[in-house]
């Protein structure tokens, strides 16, 4: 059920431990769970990589689109730093793997 929401435009997911943290949800961190800044996003490579952690939305092939996001959603700042995704790419070790990692998106409109 989570990746059928992560793969719908607009759509995130959260987990809430106890009362304090949905209360900061949903009063502090309201505006970040609506918003999308956004969508479609394409993350390409010329690289050969070995696994893609963190989008459900991963390529069997080995080059061009490995990953699709369909929203992004901003993630508040507190005393602690940032919290939000965090996608990891592990690269193969080759020493001639030199390549690009290009981020192609559609930003929210307004």
Do not use: W
Not at 41 to 46: A, D, F, R, W
Not at 51 to 56: A, F
Not at 75 to 88: F, M, P, Q, Y
Not at 91 to 100: A, C, R, V
Request: net charge negative.
């Amino acid at each position: 059920m989570v990746e059928t929401i992560t793969k719908t435009h607009g759509c995130s997911y959260y987990t809430v431990n106890n009362v304090d943290d949905f209360k900061k949800l949903l009063v502090e961190d309201f505006d970040y769970m609506v918003f999308p800044i956004g969508f479609d996003i394409e993350i390409t490579t010329s690289v050969e990589y070995l696994n893609v952690y963190g989008s459900p939305n991963t390529s069997s092939e080995n080059k061009g689109v490995i990953t699709y996001i369909a929203s992004a959603m901003p993630s508040n700042k507190d005393e602690r730093g940032t919290k939000g995704g965090v996608i990891l790419f592990k690269i193969s070790e080759q020493k001639d793997n030199e390549g690009t990692l290009n981020l192609k998106f559609r930003k929210r409109d307004g």
